[in-house]
């Protein structure tokens, strides 16, 4: 079973299942644990990095779409929070990583929109879930290719 991270709550009475998963997504809330906690104590993380992952219609609050090149050039499962990584060391209890379109402004896009607006940022988390480390292509030829496949 996953928690999103922030419902999890420090310096309570009542502790958390171990075998429970973090969803982690963002860390501005207040008394927001930074992802190594989470990861100390043995807990197994799932990225959702609301810095990358997250495609919020109409861009409320501070979100702004992901891109593609964004995500293909800096980020990696490792990258839990905001554009850090955490060490390797915690690489086997890290599952991976899952990109959400939330609908917080729903009719700000069409679904053809939203569906050309994800292409690209799908095709490179899928790209560095597959193979986390400095690309061999530039952004251009693996947009080329990307187009290519279709």
Not at 77 to 99: C, E, K, N
């Amino acid at each position: 079973m996953r928690v999103w991270n922030d419902g999890f709550f420090a310096g309570t009475s009542v502790q958390a299942a171990k075998d429970l998963q973090v969803a982690y997504w963002t860390g501005k809330e207040i008394g927001a644990r930074q992802p190594v906690a989470y990861l100390s104590a043995g807990r197994k993380v799932l990225n959702y990095n609301d810095e990358y992952m997250y495609y919020v219609l109409g861009e409320p609050q501070t979100f702004v779409y992901p891109t593609g090149q964004r995500i293909y050039e800096h980020w990696t499962p490792r990258v839990l929070r905001g554009t850090t990584a955490v060490p390797a060391q915690y690489d086997a209890q890290i599952l991976g990583g899952s990109f959400a379109v939330w609908c917080d402004l729903a009719n700000s896009q069409t679904q053809n929109q939203v569906a050309a607006g994800i292409r690209m940022p799908l095709r490179a988390t899928i790209q560095k879930l597959w193979d986390p480390g400095t690309p061999s292509l530039t952004w251009t030829q693996f947009k080329s290719l990307a187009d290519k496949v279709g």
